[in-house]
């Protein structure tokens, strides 16, 4: 997706604008451009390609203003191309302008324009905006930066869709002024500096303070100064947010890839994640719900709805929730459930899982919930995102930032979130024993240290890669929560190596898909459920008599001559398992990509946060 960078400062902007334009690499995108405002007006070098296709354009040396902007975009409306890609202008080059989002009526606004004498020199939706704030700007006839600040409002309510915008202007040369709605933007700040971005991690090394905008608020930005106005301009209060994340939690810190280290992160993730929640003298701490059990026991079903890796791990909050608090759960994903007229009321409590929190159709649906009189959770991975401003509640994974598309760190922290809420709502409704509640937080706060003794698998995981990397299909089986993973590992494998895979339950194979089982083909299983192994085992000698090879992931002991490749973790309860069954299928699809030679942390097509519908 689309990324947003932006300096008002002391310091020449371009170096930090084109630090942050590669620390927004990871998002996806296909072409790179800046804007500063110089002595002579505004600059614009943008063209098709890597951000070092613009790094090594001749005119990026010339440019030494202290304001600017920059972009990475990802084409929707126009292909990727000089002329498409951010920031635009307006025709007179009064002001530029870069844009993240979808502009829905930009064929009625690109009308009207140019019945009053504007041209366009691209296919983009974007291209609209800066001539809509020139329209407006001579229109309303106020050359004040207040005139300035008016034009990009007017503008901005007769845009229809989503968008994160900044404009500079050759007519205001201390100013930036920026804005958002369903699209991501962040202002970090410090005494004379002003840092704007898509996300924290691009600029935490300037800054761990941050503004957080909520849709349709304006900030007009100076140097030193940061004022920020409701839609109507009336002025409005914003205190700054502190970071924890450390400065240097975005870089790779001598790992060959952000994947790699995000994997060897997860026990520092979860670790961080469970905080103070867990103790065996008290009950779990999640004050920041204010849940009573009167509204816990009125409610008859949970929804959890994500996206992608975030759905996963919803799949296996779904069984634990289930378990312990004997609710039912119903897991959906966001694109299907804001369009499917869900049965969503005030007797549901719904619970939408993001890493990013800025995933469109997730936020959406969480708006649909909350209109049909639902109470909303977010569990989110970043502080001040979208998703927190829009729900009753918001629950924080301390995984720190993460890079690589592919989700491993966030998704581990939020099944550990999961079963922390399961446990603490079972304790206010008293559904479960004290025994079980025990046994599970003792295995909660031993988690961290059982992760760090799975990464011993890691050689034997990369000489399975090395025998399998060419192969065109893998199979994933599970049974129970093991089917939840095996769906989990098989997307991995899926987004970093390219290799077509599939998951099943394992009983469920024999109904259609073991038609596609012939010799040699690849079948990982997951076994960490003891009560469904011997009934998985039946479902594997059916496959192992088709000819298939087969990997196995289990903690318990088996026929060691009845398997390929056996992959011993350590125990777990089976709520927690999906925990650590799953690091060795994250390395299985890490090294079977690195064996491939591809990008393991951006993998092509995929982009990190889908800030589009
Ligand atoms: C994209 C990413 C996935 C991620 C999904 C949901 O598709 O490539 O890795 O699981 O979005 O993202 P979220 O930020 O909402 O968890």
Redesign the pocket.
Known sequence: MCGIVGYIGTKKACPILLVGLSRLEYRGYDSAGISTIEKDGLSLVKDKGRVKVLESNPEIEKLSGTIGIAHTRWATHGKPSKENAHPHQDNSKNFSVVHNGIIENYNELRNMLEQNGYHFLSQTDTEVIPNLIHYYYTKNQNNTVNGFLQAVRDCCIALKGSFAIEVISKLFSENMIVVRKDSPLVIGTSATEKYISSDIPAILSYTRDFYFLNDLEFALLQNDKATFYDQNLNEIDKKTSSIEWSATASEKNGYEDFMLKEIYEQPTAIRETIGARVSLDSKCNFEELNIQKDYLSSINKIYII?????MHAGLVGKNVIEKLCRIPVEVDIASEFRYRSPIVNEKTLSIFI???G??AD?IAALKLAKKCGSRTIAITNVIGSSITRESNYSLYTHAGPEIA???TK?YTSQVILLNMLAVYFAELLETSDLKTINTIKQEILDLPKKIEETFKCKDQIQDFAKKIYQEKDVFFLGRGVDEAVAKEASLKLKEISYIHSESYPAGELKHGSIALIENGITVVSILMDKTLMEKSISNIQEVISRGAKTLIVTSHPCNENMFDEIIKVPDTISYLSPIISIIPLQLLAYYISKEKGLDVDKPRN?????TVE
């Open positions: 994500a996206c992608g890796t975030a993001s890493q990013s800025e995933t997730t598309v592919a989700s966030a995929l982009a990190k946060s889908v």
